[in-house]
C-alpha cells in the first residue's frame, strides 16, 4: 500500500538525517501488544539482581547485566557527544569521526604504520597547501598541488589494510559491528559469542586508545555523497534541515547532525583529533555488557584493558539555552516533489516531569494505524497518505520539539492537511481521552519496552540511554511507573499549554515553480 511505503521512507529519512536515537530511548516503542496492568517492580527487580556496575578510577563506567540463556554477548560503547556539542563551522565532525574509528590503530588496519605516518602528514599539508592555492586563485599551483596529493594517497592507500577491525571481528563470530551518531551521543556495538570477551576488551579499548584516523581524505568524499543523498537531494531532508533551522535560533539542535556541506569541506585530520580529545575521554564513555558473562572477569579484563586510558577532565557541558519561542514561526521549501506539511512545538527535555506525558500525546497523536492523525487524515478524510510524528526530536536530553508531519493526497492540499491536522491537536486540548484509548497507549508503551529488554542489544541500548541522560538507568523503570499514574487531565493540561501559535513551526515543502 502507498501510505505503508511512505512511513517507512520518512522514518528511514529521519534515521539517517538524526539517527535511530528516536526510537530506542523514547520510553515508549511503537507496538502492538496484549494489555497488561502488571507493576513494572518486578522487572526492575530482576534487573537489579544480576546487574553489576563500577567505574575505574580513570572515570569510565561500565554496566553489566547478566543473561545467561545463550552464549553470546552483546557491547555498547556510548560516547556522550554527538552534533550538539561540536564547535560552530565544524558541524558533522562527531559524524565524521565515528566513520574512521573503523579504520583502525597503529597496529591494526595498517601494514606497516612507520611509513604510513609519514604520508598522512604529508597529506595534510598538501590539503593546506591545496586550500590556500583555490583561494589565492592560483590554478596552475593549484593542479601541481592536487597531483601530488593523489600520488601521495595512492601510496598511502597501498599500506592500508582495509576494515581489518570488521574482518578480526567476522572471523572471531561477531556480528552486528556497526555505529550510529546523533545530535547527543555516538554509539558503537557489535555482539560476540561469550568466550571471546577478552577480545572484544583488546579491539574496543585499542581502539579508542591509539584511533589513526587514516583515510581521512577518501571518507570525506563519502560523507559529502552521504549529505547529497540525505539532504542535498532529498526533497523531504531538506525540508527538516529548514524546519529545524526555523524553529531554533541558538541551540544547536537546530544543526544537521550529517554536518553542513561547506563544514563538512573545511574539517582537517586536526580538526577530528582535537575533538576526540576533547570529549572521548574516560569520563565521558560508558560501555554496556549484557549477556552471557561473569561480572568478576569483565571487571579484571576492564581494569587491564581500559584502564590503560588516562583519566582526564570532564568535557565542557552544553551552555546553550534557547529562548521561549513568542511567535508563530514558518518555513516554505520548493522541491520536485509531492507537497508534505509539518508542524512542530518546543517541549521540555526527557527529564522533566511531564516527559511522559508528552510521550503519550505522540503515541495518541501518531503511534500506527490506531492513531488519530492516521485515522483522520488517511483513513477518513484521505487527505493524507502519510501522518504521523515523533515525541523528542530531533533527540531528548535538551529540551526538544513535538514533530508531526503528512503527505498530501493526489489532488489534495498542503492547507487541507494543516487543518485536519489542527483540528486533531484541538481536539487534545478541548476533549478529555476516553479512558479505554488511554490504556490502549499505556499498553503499547509499557509492551513495546518491555519488549526491547527481551534482546541483549536492546537492553544495552535503553540501560546505557538513561544511565547517561538522566544519572541512573533505573530511571527507564521509574518513568514506566510513571507513566501508569498519566491522566487524561495530564494530557489536557500539558496540551493546552503546547499547542499554541506562538509555540509553533510550520514547514511547508511545495512543488517546484515552473
Not at 556522550?80 to 588496519?109: C, M, Q, S, W, Y
Not at 541551540?251 to 563538512?264: A, L, S, V
Not at 492516521?374 to 515525541?391: M, P, T
Not at 531528548?396 to 492537511?417: G, H, I, Q, S
Given at each position: 500500500?502507498?501510505?505503508?511505503?511512505?512511513?517507512?521512507?520518512?522514518?528511514?529519512?529521519?534515521?539517517?538525517?538524526?539517527?535511530?536515537?528516536?526510537?530506542?530511548?523514547?520510553?515508549?516503542?511503537?507496538?502492538?501488544?496484549?494489555?497488561?496492568?502488571?507493576?513494572?517492580?518486578?522487572?526492575?527487580?530482576?534487573?537489579?539482581?544480576?546487574?553489576?556496575?563500577?567505574?575505574?578510577?580513570?572515570?569510565?563506567?561500565?554496566?553489566?547485566?547478566?543473561?545467561?540463556?545463550?552464549?553470546?554477548?552483546?557491547?555498547?560503547?556510548?560516547?556522550?557527544?554527538?552534533?550538539?556539542?561540536?564547535?560552530?563551522?565544524?558541524?558533522?565532525?562527531?559524524?565524521?569521526?565515528?566513520?574512521?574509528?573503523?579504520?583502525?590503530?597503529?597496529?591494526?588496519?595498517?601494514?606497516?604504520?612507520?611509513?604510513?605516518?609519514?604520508?598522512?602528514?604529508?597529506?595534510?599539508?598538501?590539503?593546506?597547501?591545496?586550500?590556500?592555492?583555490?583561494?589565492?586563485?592560483?590554478?596552475?599551483?593549484?593542479?601541481?598541488?592536487?597531483?601530488?596529493?593523489?600520488?601521495?594517497?595512492?601510496?598511502?592507500?597501498?599500506?592500508?589494510?582495509?576494515?581489518?577491525?570488521?574482518?578480526?571481528?567476522?572471523?572471531?563470530?561477531?556480528?552486528?559491528?556497526?555505529?550510529?551518531?546523533?545530535?547527543?551521543?555516538?554509539?558503537?556495538?557489535?555482539?560476540?559469542?561469550?568466550?571471546?570477551?577478552?577480545?572484544?576488551?583488546?579491539?574496543?579499548s585499542e581502539r579508542f586508545l591509539e584511533p589513526v584516523f587514516r583515510e581521512f581524505y577518501k571518507e570525506k568524499d563519502v560523507i559529502l555523497e552521504e549529505r547529497r543523498?540525505?539532504?542535498?537531494?532529498?526533497?523531504?531532508?531538506?525540508?527538516?534541515?529548514?524546519?529545524?533551522?526555523?524553529?531554533?535560533?541558538?541551540?544547536?539542535?537546530?544543526?544537521?547532525?550529517?554536518?553542513?556541506?561547506?563544514?563538512?569541506?573545511?574539517?582537517?585530520?586536526?580538526?577530528?583529533?582535537?575533538?576526540?580529545?576533547?570529549?572521548?575521554?574516560?569520563?565521558?564513555?560508558?560501555?554496556?555488557?549484557?549477556?552471557?558473562?561473569?561480572?568478576?572477569?569483565?571487571?579484571?579484563?576492564?581494569?587491564?584493558?581500559?584502564?590503560?586510558?588516562?583519566?582526564?577532565?570532564?568535557?565542557?557541558?552544553?551552555?546553550?539555552?534557547?529562548?521561549?519561542?513568542?511567535?508563530?514561526?514558518?518555513?516554505?521549501?520548493?522541491?520536485?516533489?509531492?507537497?508534505?506539511?509539518?508542524?512542530?512545538?518546543?517541549?521540555?527535555?526527557?527529564?522533566?516531569?511531564?516527559?511522559?506525558?508528552?510521550?503519550?500525546?505522540?503515541?495518541?497523536?501518531?503511534?500506527?494505524?490506531?492513531?488519530?492523525?492516521?485515522?483522520?487524515?488517511?483513513?477518513?478524510?484521505?487527505?493524507?497518505?502519510?501522518?504521523?510524528?515523533?515525541?523528542?526530536?530531533?533527540?531528548?536530553?535538551?529540551?526538544?520539539?513535538?514533530?508531526?508531519?503528512?503527505?498530501?493526497?493526489?489532488?489534495?492540499?498542503?492547507?487541507?492537511?494543516?487543518?485536519?491536522?489542527?483540528?486533531?491537536?484541538?481536539?487534545?486540548?478541548?476533549?478529555?481521552?476516553?479512558?479505554?484509548?488511554?490504556?490502549?497507549?499505556?499498553?503499547?508503551?509499557?509492551?513495546?519496552?518491555?519488549?526491547?529488554?527481551?534482546?541483549?542489544?536492546?537492553?544495552?541500548?535503553?540501560?546505557?540511554?538513561?544511565?547517561?541522560?538522566?544519572?541512573?538507568?533505573?530511571?527507564?523503570?521509574?518513568?514506566?511507573?510513571?507513566?501508569?499514574a498519566v491522566t487524561a487531565a495530564d494530557v489536557q493540561r500539558v496540551a493546552q499549554a503546547t499547542f499554541v501559535p506562538e509555540n509553533r513551526t510550520v514547514g511547508r515543502?511545495?512543488?517546484?515553480?515552473?
Amino acid at each position: 500500500m502507498p501510505h505503508t511505503w511512505y512511513r517507512f521512507l520518512i522514518t528511514l529519512l529521519v534515521v539517517m538525517l538524526f539517527g535511530w536515537e528516536l526510537f530506542p530511548t523514547a520510553a515508549f516503542a511503537r507496538t502492538q501488544a496484549p494489555a497488561t496492568d502488571k507493576s513494572i517492580a518486578p522487572y526492575l527487580d530482576s534487573v537489579s539482581d544480576r546487574l553489576t556496575e563500577f567505574r575505574l578510577d580513570n572515570g569510565m563506567k561500565f554496566i553489566i547485566l547478566e543473561r545467561h540463556q545463550a552464549p553470546v554477548v552483546s557491547f555498547l560503547t556510548y560516547a556522550d557527544v554527538g552534533g550538539a556539542n561540536e564547535p560552530d563551522g565544524k558541524t558533522g565532525v562527531a559524524h565524521f569521526l565515528e566513520h574512521l574509528a573503523f579504520k583502525g590503530t597503529k597496529r591494526i588496519g595498517t601494514v606497516n604504520y612507520a611509513a604510513e605516518k609519514p604520508l598522512l602528514d604529508r597529506l595534510d599539508t598538501l590539503a593546506e597547501q591545496i586550500q590556500a592555492a583555490k583561494t589565492a586563485k592560483k590554478p596552475v599551483e593549484l593542479i601541481k598541488l592536487q597531483a601530488e596529493f593523489d600520488k601521495v594517497q595512492a601510496e598511502a592507500l597501498k599500506l592500508v589494510k582495509q576494515n581489518e577491525l570488521g574482518q578480526i571481528v567476522q572471523q572471531s563470530g561477531g556480528v552486528g559491528l556497526n555505529a550510529t551518531t546523533s545530535v547527543e551521543a555516538t554509539r558503537y556495538f557489535y555482539s560476540f559469542p561469550a568466550n571471546k570477551l577478552e577480545l572484544w576488551m583488546s579491539l574496543e579499548s585499542e581502539r579508542f586508545l591509539e584511533p589513526v584516523f587514516r583515510e581521512f581524505y577518501k571518507e570525506k568524499d563519502v560523507i559529502l555523497e552521504e549529505r547529497r543523498l540525505r539532504v542535498d537531494n532529498s526533497p523531504i531532508g531538506t525540508t527538516i534541515e529548514a524546519l529545524l533551522d526555523k524553529a531554533y535560533n541558538v541551540h544547536p539542535y537546530k544543526r544537521p547532525t550529517i554536518g553542513y556541506e561547506q563544514d563538512i569541506r573545511n574539517l582537517t585530520r586536526e580538526d577530528v583529533q582535537q575533538f576526540f580529545d576533547t570529549y572521548y575521554v574516560p569520563r565521558n564513555l560508558t560501555i554496556a555488557i549484557v549477556g552471557d558473562v561473569n561480572p568478576k572477569q569483565v571487571k579484571e579484563l576492564a581494569q587491564t584493558y581500559f584502564g590503560r586510558f588516562q583519566a582526564k577532565p570532564a568535557p565542557p557541558k552544553l551552555k546553550a539555552v534557547e529562548p521561549t519561542q513568542k511567535e508563530t514561526r514558518e518555513v516554505e521549501v520548493r522541491f520536485p516533489s509531492q507537497p508534505w506539511y509539518l508542524e512542530a512545538y518546543h517541549r521540555p527535555a526527557i527529564m522533566h516531569p511531564d516527559h511522559v506525558v508528552y510521550e503519550i500525546i505522540g503515541s495518541l497523536l501518531s503511534n500506527g494505524r490506531t492513531s488519530r492523525l492516521y485515522k483522520s487524515l488517511v483513513e477518513q478524510q484521505r487527505i493524507a497518505l502519510a501522518a504521523q510524528g515523533f515525541s523528542g526530536f530531533p533527540g531528548d536530553k535538551y529540551p526538544n520539539l513535538m514533530l508531526f508531519y503528512a503527505l498530501t493526497a493526489p489532488n489534495r492540499t498542503v492547507d487541507e492537511v494543516a487543518a485536519g491536522l489542527r483540528k486533531e491537536i484541538e481536539r487534545l486540548k478541548t476533549e478529555p481521552v476516553s479512558a479505554v484509548e488511554l490504556d490502549r497507549v499505556k499498553t503499547q508503551a509499557r509492551a513495546g519496552v518491555l519488549r526491547s529488554l527481551d534482546s541483549n542489544a536492546g537492553m544495552a541500548q535503553l540501560l546505557l540511554e538513561y544511565e547517561v541522560k538522566t544519572g541512573s538507568w533505573r530511571n527507564l523503570f521509574e518513568q514506566l511507573e510513571a507513566l501508569r499514574a498519566v491522566t487524561a487531565a495530564d494530557v489536557q493540561r500539558v496540551a493546552q499549554a503546547t499547542f499554541v501559535p506562538e509555540n509553533r513551526t510550520v514547514g511547508r515543502l511545495l512543488p517546484k515553480e515552473s
